[in-house]
């Protein structure tokens, strides 16, 4: 199960020329008036703590692409996320409404059969009615099973996993997953397993409704994602993209050995990780659609 740490209360946000778009007439004298609609990137970090970004607290020099957009944005320091736990904040993210009223107050579970409710309306289902291109990459969390999907809920583009990397197995255990070998068919009970094998299902990795990976690669899913990140804003305006992280949910997976310095300061090294992903999106965004985009990281 999910470790359920507080959610970070800090919102940094990088924009350019935000209201120009929705209200071209306040917007650029003298140039011709934008006909393009804004891009919006929401990218959600996951269990990371304030004092984790170099913006908020001075000692911690690990996320200098995160402080320069802090810098250069504007920071909302008392931005609360509705829930502390995983399905209910990103449900609410999604809905703008809280889980009282939207009905998700508790995570999913690997066995959930339900998720997010379908009478819900979400923010990607607004945009993509508005003409947006959607994507969500990474952590779902938010029901697996037929339509509660990501595919299904105004996303045109998914990849990742369905929910947190420390629920199922991986062939590359980190600091609490257990690995897959699977256990010998027709046995019923858990307890006559070797202790080697697992009866959980392995974790997937999803391109839209296909598993494409079982278990997935943990070492290699920050790369992917940030690949899968940029290949998705490349593929037209105006678009939404949705990039919940892995970081900093446990298990934290390095991406290459040798760990000479990560393997002295693991979670040090992960957020450096996280750091250089959003760094190589905004790099990206910035090179197609700088004035014109809208990113937030929470
Ligand atoms: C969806 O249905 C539930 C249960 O009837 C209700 O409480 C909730 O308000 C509905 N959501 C919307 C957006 O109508
Ligand atoms: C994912 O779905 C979208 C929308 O249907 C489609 O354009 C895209 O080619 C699909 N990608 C893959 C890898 O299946
Ligand atoms: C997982 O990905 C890493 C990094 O790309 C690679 O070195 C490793 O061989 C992969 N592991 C498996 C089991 O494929
Ligand atoms: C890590 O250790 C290896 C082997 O001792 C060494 O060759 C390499 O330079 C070290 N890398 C860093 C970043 O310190």
Known sequence: MGILFIKTLVLVTCFVELFSCHHPGIS???????????????ILADDIGWGDLGSNWGKRKDTPNLDKMAMEGMRFVDFHSAASTCSPSRASLLTGRLGLRNGVTHNFA???????PLNETTLAEVLKKAGYLTAAIGKWHLGHNGLHHPSFRGFDYYFGIPYS?????????GYNLPPCPACPRHSTTTSSH????????ALPLFENLTIIQQPVNLTSMATKY???ATQSVQR?????LYLALAHMHVPLVMTEPPCNLSCQDPYGANLRQMDALVGQIKAEVDSIARENTFLWFT
């Open 28 to 42: 650029l004298g003298g140039k011709e008036p934008r006909s393009q609609k804004t891009n919006f990137i929401i």
């Open 110 to 116: 690997a066995t959930s059969v339900g998720g997010l």
């Open 165 to 173: 990397h420390d629920m199922g197995c991986t062939d590359t255990p």
């Open 194 to 201: 070797p202790r080697e094998c697992h009866s959980e299902v």
């Open 226 to 228: 940030a690949d899968k």
């Open 236 to 240: 037209g305006h105006p678009f939404f």
